[in-house]
């Protein structure tokens, strides 16, 4: 399950908010990619509607993929985005494993 975690688990920015996961991510790149290809080949090259349509396709497949990736992620914590974000997060207090001292 460490796998699971590691793409569906949102990722901490160094101001402690929460981003997409990796899940997520990958999936914008593969719609995109995949209904891009699709809409090159509907539009036979045209640029505008091919840009028009991918975006058009595209909006509905994120909306309803991103929902059912945000239902598999409820319940796990949050992964730092990088490494260096530890260290932003805890020179500004905001880590929770960060131990003030009095």
């Known amino acids: 399950m460490d796998w699971a975690n590691r793409l569906l688990a949102p990722r901490i920015d160094h101001r402690g908010m929460s981003t997409p996961s990796e899940a997520s991510r990958l999936f914008l790149i593969l719609t995109l990619v995949l209904t891009g290809w699709w809409a090159w080949k509907a539009?036979?090259?045209?640029?505008?509607?091919w840009f028009s349509l991918t975006l058009l396709v595209a909006t509905p497949i994120l909306s309803i993929g991103w929902y059912l990736l945000s239902l598999a992620?409820?319940?796990?914590s949050g992964e730092l985005l990088t490494p260096k974000v530890q260290n932003a997060l805890e020179a500004k207090g905001r880590w929770p494993h960060h131990s003030r001292k009095p």
């Open 73 to 76: 992620a409820r319940h796990r």
């Open 43 to 49: 539009t036979s090259g045209n640029l505008v509607v």
